[in-house]
């Protein structure tokens, strides 16, 4: 399947990022088309088109904005920046290279939902991105494309960008809306959704950076257009942001559908050192392990669900044949023991039971036992927790115990990890 | 040490632009920050202030985030990613050289005052240039030895990033750094009371 670049189109474009250079590109001619367009049309459209959130959970966005109930204001749209999954930063990709497209997306999505506030929630540590956000705000507010009575068109827009301050679960909607309110990033009940009661108590909708940054197009091209670009129930192109041990790691830009085999192979120039591949993880920390069997399958939320894993936020982290896959699980259960929030038990505990337990088979210290211990502690977090946070810390080490018991089992025998002897005695 | 003016000045600007003044605690705690190095409970208090909240829902909120830092630390801020996607490209070897050249521990600063350096599970977002650290917040990628020794020199060399940092840099006292501590931490102390 031929690739066809749409966020990222003109990246090769040098400063790009100012102004001047991205209104050259064809930018915010999608902005003032919509601003021609009734608000309801543009929801229409965007139903239409089959976009889904790029944030992970791949929801429907003209959907979630037609939830909002009638008649209900002040509404607020908050763009989630908090890109923290680890294997992703595709965000932090789009906001550094081309800002005014994610802005433009905002200001087009804030229309057709009827805010008049907006906000940008960026993650503490991507300072440069925030730069980058801020001129690119500036810029704008300057062209009057931000700011009162936009364009002559009677449409008042403000643009906050909020800074977190290293908190993974502030990438979890509700927390967000509670860190933005100035609160620890602690996750709410649901119901109520955002959409009814979301920041400040008010409709709310929170779509994510590469979510915003597709609007544009939608808008310019029409919905037809982007409903014929990826598979029937998956439009539109992803970025992939492939790490781990291929030959050019980075990020790629792939028509929903496209094989995983074309990324891996083609575009990260397959597995480095004429390794074999072990197994590759799509969608970042959270998600399920897949292996080599499964590079056939399309990258598409459903397809990658029904190899069994999720396509998540869009990462691709590959391993070959000389990963130690308990120690890869360990770091990732140790990721989530340390961002846990803490409020609800099954997931403050439980992370940093399954983290000793970890400890413990890296360590030489495990005991027959373990294996099944860290299944029985998985399954009593999964579900049972307040927010995905809990769920998503078992997927990854329980599809590993999955299709890898052995190596748990050789930790156990060996008492130790047996990846690390045989680096060693490479080494000696 | 109180606030200077025209942080005070941006606290009550941020109060003016929400819609909730509580939502100013998170941006204030990094005005403080910006201009102190870190942030004390003389200053969690003064914001309080500013905003008209309870100093215990500033403290509350500081204290949920890991990146406001509650004492002072180096000139220059090094932390270096551990998770998997690094980890599979050679972080744990990254991070024993770093080690090893700065002749500190994970967490520690330098003798000179220089640098503050930690590993870190939270993963940085620069998995496809790893091994990767970001210093003073700017990132670092595809790490090697030779590049980790030009960064170590660079920053020995150069003054902390913000303009307000040699408040920051004066504040450190290298030799004792358990003094520091207990003097930034307080409310342990209050518990025990």
New interface residues.
């Given amino acids: 399947m031929a690739i066809k670049p749409l966020l990222t189109k003109d990246f090769a474009t040098e400063n790009l990022e100012q102004l001047k250079v991205y209104e050259r590109t064809g930018g915010y001619a999608g902005f003032k088309k919509a601003l021609e367009m009734q608000p309801d049309a543009l929801v229409d459209m965007v139903k239409k088109s089959g976009l889904r959130g790029r944030g992970g959970a791949g929801f429907p966005t003209g959907n979630k904005w037609s939830f909002l109930p009638k008649g209900v204001y002040p509404r607020y749209l908050v763009c989630n920046a908090d890109e923290s999954e680890p294997g992703c930063f595709k965000d932090r990709y789009l906001m550094e290279e081309s800002p005014h497209q994610v802005l433009e997306g905002i200001l087009i999505a804030s229309y057709a939902i009827g805010c008049n506030l907006a906000f940008i929630y960026i993650r503490g540590e991507y300072l440069p991105q925030h730069e980058a956000l801020e001129n690119a705000i500036d810029e704008a507010r300057q062209a009057g494309y931000l700011g009162k009575n936009v364009l002559g068109k009677g449409y008042d827009i403000d643009v906050i960008l909020h800074r977190g301050a290293g908190a993974y679960i502030c990438g979890e909607e509700t927390a967000m809306l509670t860190s933005l309110e100035g609160y620890r990033g602690e996750p709410r009940l649901k119901p109520p959704f955002p959409a009814v009661k979301g920041l400040y108590g008010k409709p709310t909708v929170v779509n994510n950076v590469e979510t915003v940054a597709n609007l544009p197009h939608i808008v310019l091209n029409g919905a037809d257009w982007f409903k014929a670009i990826g598979t029937p129930t998956g439009s539109g192109t992803r970025l992939w942001c492939m790490s781990g041990h291929v030959n050019r790691p980075g990020n790629y830009e792939m028509e929903n559908g496209t094989p995983i085999r074309e990324l891996i192979e083609d575009h990260g120039g397959g597995v480095w050192k004429n390794r074999k591949l072990k197994a590759f993880q799509p969608g970042g920390a959270s998600m399920m392990v897949l292996l080599p069997e499964h590079l056939d399958v399309g990258l598409d939320f459903d397809a990658i669900q029904k190899a069994g894993s999720l396509a998540g936020a869009g990462a691709m982290v590959v391993m070959d044949e000389t990963t130690c896959m308990v120690d890869a699980a360990r770091r990732y259960v140790k990721f989530f023991e340390h961002e846990s929030c803490g409020k609800c038990t099954p997931c403050r505990e439980g992370t940093y039971w399954m983290a000793n337990i970890f400890d413990r088979f890296e360590g030489g210290e495990a005991k027959p036992g373990d294996i099944d211990l860290l299944l029985d502690i998985g399954y009593n977090i999964d579900g049972r927790s307040f927010c995905p946070l809990g769920d998503a810390s078992t997927w990854f080490p329980r599809s590993v115990i999955k299709f890898f018991r052995d190596e748990f089992q050789e930790h156990i025998s060996e008492k130790g990890c047996p990846f690390k002897k045989v680096a060693q005695e490479a080494v000696a | 040490m109180p606030l200077a003016k025209p942080t005070v000045t941006q606290i009550q600007d941020l109060a003016a632009?929400?819609?909730?003044k509580?939502?100013?605690?998170?941006?204030a705690?990094?005005a403080v920050q910006h201009e102190q190095g870190y942030v004390t409970e003389e200053a969690m208090a003064e914001i309080a202030q500013h905003l008209g909240l309870p100093p215990s829902?500033i403290e509350?909120?500081a204290?949920?985030?890991?990146?406001?830092l509650t004492r002072p630390e180096g000139r220059h801020d090094v932390v270096i990613c551990?998770?998997?996607?690094c980890?599979?490209?050679g972080a744990d070897e990254t991070v024993a050289y770093l080690e090893r050249q700065l002749g500190v521990r994970d967490g520690g600063t330098t003798a000179d005052g220089a640098i503050t350096w930690h590993s870190t599970?939270?993963?940085?977002?620069?998995?496809?240039?790893?091994p990767m650290m970001?210093v003073d917040?700017?990132?670092e990628e595809n790490l090697t030895p030779e590049r980790i020794d030009a960064i170590i020199e660079r920053l020995r060399k150069e003054p902390a990033p913000h303009a307000a940092a040699p408040k920051r840099a004066e504040a450190i006292a290298p030799a004792k750094p358990e003094k520091v501590r207990a003097a930034t931490r307080p409310r342990a102390k209050k518990v025990q009371d």
């Fill in positions: 632009r929400y819609p909730s509580q939502s100013a605690i998170i941006p705690l990094w829902l509350a909120t204290s949920f985030y890991s990146m406001f551990i998770n998997a996607p980890m599979l490209r599970i939270e993963c940085l977002g620069a998995c496809g240039g790893a970001q917040h700017r990132f």
